[in-house]
């Protein structure tokens, strides 16, 4: 089974701040990597698909870039609604398996 | 808009059986591989089975924690995917999510498995 590591676990930041998530596959994944934001109670939403695609309806603060095994997703500025868990998701084979999330709470 | 709705989630006493379904409209059902992924209480997401459209002989795969115990299965007549979960286990708790091409996702079911 591909391993996927994220981090950081846990991320506290300012409105208007640049984060940055990361996702490290434990073998290439040749870019099918998708990332999904989770607010409280609700199901994940996707953002990004195939690593740098934008989901229908996603704010372009969001964007995503990697290759091989290591993989980011970017908020450009960050607004109060984006506080949520972040995670990623390889689909390069089966299993297909998650990262273990990103919390991203307001400073 | 596509939607999907899952029911069929509720308290169950371990090796006992429970089924799930997920209703779903706004795309072609038919052609669609089908997912279900789970939230533990943990809030750790798991890919649990895929099941695939006719062209593909309806191909189904399941993770290694459930294969022999669940059953993925379909009926296009329906736009519906089920999950057929047997000898359930305390750690099979969690929230049971359907998914099309891991893009949309339904609001998901409490699956608890306790005595």
């Known amino acids: 089974d591909i391993q996927m590591t994220q981090s950081p676990s846990f991320l506290s930041a300012s409105v208007g701040d640049r984060v940055t998530i990361n996702c490290k596959a434990s073998q290439n994944i040749n870019k099918y990597l998708n990332w999904y934001q989770q607010k409280l109670g609700e199901a994940p939403k996707l953002l990004i698909y195939?690593?740098?695609n934008l989901q229908t309806g996603i704010p372009s603060r969001f964007s995503g870039s990697g290759s091989g095994t290591d993989y980011t997703l970017t908020i450009s500025s960050l607004q109060p609604e984006d506080v949520a868990t972040y995670f990623c998701?390889?689909?390069?084979?089966?299993?297909?398996?998650f990262g273990g999330g990103t919390k991203l709470e307001l400073k | 808009e596509v939607q999907l709705v899952e029911t069929g989630g509720g308290l169950v006493q371990p090796g006992k059986s429970l089924k799930l379904t997920c209703a779903t409209s706004?795309?072609?059902?038919?052609?669609?591989?089908m997912d279900w992924v789970r939230q533990s209480p943990e809030k750790q997401l798991e890919w649990v089975a895929q099941?695939?459209?006719?062209?593909?002989?309806?191909?189904?795969y399941y993770a290694e924690s459930v294969k022999g115990r669940f059953t993925i299965s379909r009926d296009d007549s329906k736009s519906s995917v089920y999950l057929q979960m047997n000898s359930l286990k305390e750690e099979d708790t969690a929230i049971y999510y359907c998914?099309?091409?891991?893009?949309?996702w339904g609001q998901g079911t409490l699956v608890t498995v306790s005595s």
């Open positions: 099941i695939k459209d006719k062209s593909n002989n309806y191909a189904t």
């Open positions: 998914t099309v091409a891991s893009a949309y």
């Open positions: 706004g795309f072609t059902f038919s052609n669609a591989w």
């Open positions: 195939n690593t740098n």
């Open positions: 998701l390889q689909h390069s084979s089966r299993p297909r398996t």
